[in-house]
Nanobody, 115 residues
Framework: QVQFVESGGGLVQPGGSLRLSCEVS????????MAWYRQAPGKQRELVAD???????NYADSVKGRFTISRNNAKNTVYLQMNSLKAEDTAIYYC?????????WGQGTQVTVSS
C-alpha cells in the first residue's frame, strides 16, 4: 500500500525556519520525481519543489533561495527545509510524486507563518 505521511509543520514567526518530512511507503523515493506541493486557503494546490530520480531539483520562483528539497533513500523519506519564512508561505504542505495517480494524497502538514 502506497502512503505519504507528512510532518514537521507548525506555527513560526516570519523569518523563521521549519523542516518538513514525508515518510513514504510502498514506492521508492529514489525511483520517482518526488515533489512538495502546498495549498493555501481559497487557492489551488501549487508545486513548490521537486527532486528527480537523478537528483535534478526544481523550485517555484516564490521559494527559490529559501527552500531546499532533499531525500534520504535509506529512510525512504523526502524533506523540505524552509528558511526565511513569509506569511505567504502559510499553507498545508503535501508530498506526492509527479505524474503519479495510484493512491490518495496524505493529510499534509500545516505551516502557519505569523507574528
Amino acid at each position: 500500500q502506497v502512503q505519504f505521511v507528512e510532518s514537521g509543520g507548525g506555527l513560526v514567526q516570519p523569518g523563521g525556519s521549519l523542516r518538513l518530512s514525508c515518510e513514504v511507503s510502498g514506492i521508492r523515493v529514489n525511483l520517482w520525481t518526488m515533489a512538495w506541493y502546498r495549498q493555501a486557503p481559497g487557492k489551488q494546490r501549487e508545486l513548490v519543489a521537486d527532486i528527480s530520480a537523478l537528483g535534478i531539483i526544481n523550485y517555484a520562483d516564490s521559494v527559490k533561495g529559501r527552500f531546499t528539497i532533499s531525500r534520504n533513500n535509506a529512510k525512504n523519506t523526502v524533506y523540505l527545509q524552509m528558511n526565511s519564512l513569509k506569511a505567504e508561505d502559510t499553507a498545508i504542505y503535501y508530498c506526492y510524486p509527479l505524474g503519479y495517480s495510484g493512491t490518495d494524497w496524505g493529510q499534509g502538514t500545516q505551516v502557519t507563518v505569523s507574528s
